[in-house]
């Protein structure tokens, strides 16, 4: 990523205001570069991930070009969804498993998501997550030692979520997700959209000594969990602060201490 670059074309224009969120996720998901990243747990490093956006393609005939191939003689490729994959690993104080994970998460040309996967393993534990929203259905398996779960739902069944995670966890599991802040209350809760507003601003970084712009795209989890991103001109991911004091940094700006809000 080239800091210094775009700290010299646009970091003593200062334009502050709100603008338009989806300017902000257009630039994201169309950002040129992977953006590497370190997992802080406060001060501490604790891992280190990986955000990549790219732009998948179709071939005229609808069909999709498989990453691996070529396309052919005639055929003429167009753009047809984006795609945002983000993986890495970490070590959480006093676990004493690594825990490696991947999510991805496919929109259509319109931003509106198509599908989600996750993946996360702590040795030798795994569990899985997909969702598909033209399928309406969700999927989820769990292989941990002796606890082994291997089942799809559909969306309406999220309407009633105090049942559902009852039948995934036991009677006791509704209850330590709602201490959580999570709302199981069917009016709050849905399989479709967790209800996110994203609020996008114009902002800025302390990148050692100089001030260089960023955008500042922030929400709120369940109206509780605040999260925010700043953004390079570019879309570049320059730092992400998440509840419980995770923070992930832009390996461009890990060496300045100082690089805050």
């Known amino acids: 990523m080239s800091v210094w670059l775009w700290r010299a074309e646009f970091g003593e224009r200062r334009q502050p205001?709100?603008?338009?969120?989806?300017?902000?996720?257009?630039k994201i998901l169309t950002a040129p570069d992977t953006s590497n990243l370190e997992i802080r747990y406060g001060t501490n490093v604790i891992g280190f991930c990986h955000w990549r956006p790219a732009l998948g393609q179709e071939l005229a005939t609808g069909a999709r070009l498989p990453d691996d191939d070529e396309p052919l003689e005639g055929m003429v490729q167009q753009f047809a969804y984006y795609t945002l994959d983000f993986d890495?690993?970490?070590?959480?104080?006093?676990?004493?498993?690594?825990?490696?994970?991947?999510?991805?998460?496919?929109?259509?040309?319109?931003?509106?998501w198509q599908?989600?996967?996750?993946?996360?393993?702590?040795?030798?534990?795994?569990?899985?997550?997909s969702a598909r929203a033209a399928e309406q259905t969700v999927a989820l398996r769990v292989?941990?030692?002796?606890?082994?779960?291997?089942?799809?739902?559909?969306?309406?069944?999220?309407?009633?979520?105090?049942k559902l995670l009852q039948d995934i966890g036991g009677p006791l599991f509704p209850a330590m997700v709602g201490a959580l802040g999570v709302p199981l209350s069917t009016n709050k809760f849905s399989a479709t959209s967790l209800g996110l507003r994203w609020d996008a601003r114009n902002d800025s970084l302390m990148v050692g000594r100089n001030r260089v712009r960023a955008y500042r795209l922030q929400t709120k989890l369940f109206d509780r969990?605040?999260?925010t991103f700043f953004i390079s001109p570019v879309g570049e991911?320059?730092?992400?602060?998440f509840p419980g004091n995770i923070v992930l940094?832009?390996?461009?700006?890990?060496?300045?201490?100082?690089?805050?809000?």
Not at 91 to 112: A, E, G, H, K, Y
Request: glycine share 6%; aromatic share 14%; net charge neutral.
């Open 17 to 26: 205001g709100s603008i338009p969120s989806a300017v902000v996720w257009q």
């Open 88 to 112: 890495g690993n970490l070590t959480w104080p006093d676990f004493p498993t690594r825990v490696r994970f991947s999510f991805v998460l496919r929109l259509d040309t319109n931003r509106v």
């Open 115 to 129: 599908a989600f996967d996750a993946h996360v393993a702590m040795r030798p534990d795994v569990y899985e997550l």
């Open 143 to 162: 292989d941990a030692g002796g606890d082994k779960l291997n089942r799809q739902f559909r969306f309406a069944e999220f309407q009633n979520p105090q």
């Open 225 to 227: 969990y605040r999260i």
């Open 237 to 241: 991911l320059l730092r992400a602060e």
């Open 249 to 261: 940094v832009n390996d461009a700006l890990a060496g300045f201490r100082d690089s805050t809000p």
